[in-house]
């Protein structure tokens, strides 16, 4: 393969970051990473049978060494013009510690990694969460969140108020809070290659793992409420996500960095001011 084709690094191989792909890729190297091979294979089929050029490897975003083989491979194969980080865990998959481990630690890798190659022009944009933004207002102190922004990846898990936490829920609302102020912080040092960085925090997105969660006994009922007295009342789709990265991404977007999008339907403006307000 030409050295100096561009290269666009998809870290999560589901519905969303399909969506994403299809929108951005066009004409780049995809290179698809995903904890489960099968995932990521399933998904380089669907996308090559649409026209994209794409190979696969294994990611797990839990480790640095492993993330940085992937930086390692993405510029073998040419320019890093882009990251969608779309890898992570919910509430319902995982406990509190190892969505820390994923969410919050990981994603502090990917950015730092990645930083570090991303080419002039490039953009990289994170899945954040909604449900980030329902954290209460004195959740974190500003001393507190400039530790979540700011210290290096492998301190922020040994922050004794991190080490303690054991609520799955509030375990990702604080990694998802986390990976939007890094955002900004990272807009920074991106900015000085000539990239940009962004975080879109989606609400209930109709994918696979959403459908679990609006069926589950443990959450189903507070998430069909949720979406039932939004706003919108729907949850999003896919492609909702992926038209509001190609905006990040192309050319009517090179104003946007270091920003967190709220895309949910007006879910969070009913917690505060309409009907799901407690």
């Given at each position: 393969?030409?050295?100096?084709?561009?290269?666009?690094?998809?870290?999560?191989?589901?519905?969303?970051?399909?969506?994403?792909?299809r929108?951005?890729?066009?004409?780049?190297?995809i290179?698809?990473?995903?904890?489960?091979?099968?995932?990521?294979?399933?998904?380089?089929?669907?996308?090559?049978?649409?026209?994209?050029?794409?190979?696969?490897?294994?990611?797990?975003?839990?480790?640095?060494?492993?993330?940085?083989?992937?930086?390692?491979?993405?510029?073998?194969?040419?320019e890093?013009k882009?990251?969608?980080?779309?890898?992570?865990?919910?509430?319902?998959?995982?406990?509190?510690?190892?969505?820390?481990?994923?969410?919050?630690?990981?994603?502090?890798?990917?950015?730092?990694?990645?930083?570090?190659?991303?080419?002039a022009?490039?953009?990289?944009?994170?899945?954040?969460?909604q449900?980030?933004?329902?954290l209460?207002?004195?959740?974190?102190?500003?001393?507190?969140?400039?530790?979540?922004?700011?210290?290096?990846?492998?301190?922020?898990?040994?922050?004794?108020?991190?080490?303690?936490?054991?609520?799955?829920?509030?375990?990702?609302?604080?990694?998802?809070?986390?990976?939007?102020?890094?955002?900004?912080?990272?807009?920074v040092?991106?900015?000085?290659?000539?990239?940009?960085?962004?975080?879109?925090?989606?609400g209930?997105?109709?994918?696979?793992?959403?459908?679990?969660?609006?069926?589950s006994?443990?959450?189903?009922?507070?998430?069909?409420?949720?979406?039932a007295?939004?706003?919108?009342?729907?949850?999003?789709?896919p492609?909702?996500?992926?038209?509001l990265?190609?905006?990040?991404?192309?050319?009517?977007?090179?104003?946007?960095?270091?920003?967190?999008?709220?895309?949910?339907?007006?879910?969070?403006?009913?917690?505060?001011?309409?009907?799901?307000?407690?």
């Amino acid at each position: 393969m030409p050295s100096t084709q561009d290269v666009i690094v998809v870290i999560g191989s589901g519905s969303i970051a399909q969506a994403i792909t299809r929108r951005v890729g066009t004409g780049k190297h995809i290179l698809l990473a995903d904890i489960t091979p099968e995932n990521s294979e399933a998904a380089q089929q669907t996308l090559q049978q649409a026209g994209f050029r794409v190979s696969t490897t294994v990611v797990d975003v839990r480790s640095r060494e492993s993330i940085q083989k992937l930086v390692d491979l993405a510029c073998s194969h040419g320019e890093v013009k882009g990251v969608i980080h779309t890898a992570g865990l919910s509430p319902s998959q995982a406990g509190a510690q190892d969505i820390l481990r994923v969410d919050l630690y990981g994603t502090a890798v990917v950015f730092e990694a990645f930083g570090k190659v991303i080419g002039a022009g490039g953009s990289g944009v994170v899945i954040g969460s909604q449900s980030s933004h329902r954290l209460d207002v004195d959740a974190l102190t500003q001393a507190e969140a400039d530790e979540l922004a700011t210290l290096p990846p492998e301190q922020l898990l040994e922050l004794p108020r991190v080490k303690a936490i054991d609520d799955s829920l509030y375990a990702y609302q604080l990694s998802k809070r986390g990976n939007a102020l890094r955002v900004m912080v990272e807009a920074v040092k991106w900015g000085r290659r000539g990239a940009r960085i962004n975080c879109i925090s989606a609400g209930i997105v109709y994918t696979p793992l959403a459908y679990d969660e609006l069926n589950s006994a443990e959450r189903g009922e507070f998430y069909r409420k949720m979406l039932a007295k939004s706003p919108a009342g729907r949850g999003g789709t896919p492609d909702e996500i992926g038209a509001l990265a190609e905006f990040l991404f192309g050319p009517n977007g090179t104003y946007i960095s270091g920003s967190d999008i709220l895309i949910d339907g007006g879910v969070t403006a009913a917690y505060k001011y309409g009907d799901l307000k407690a």
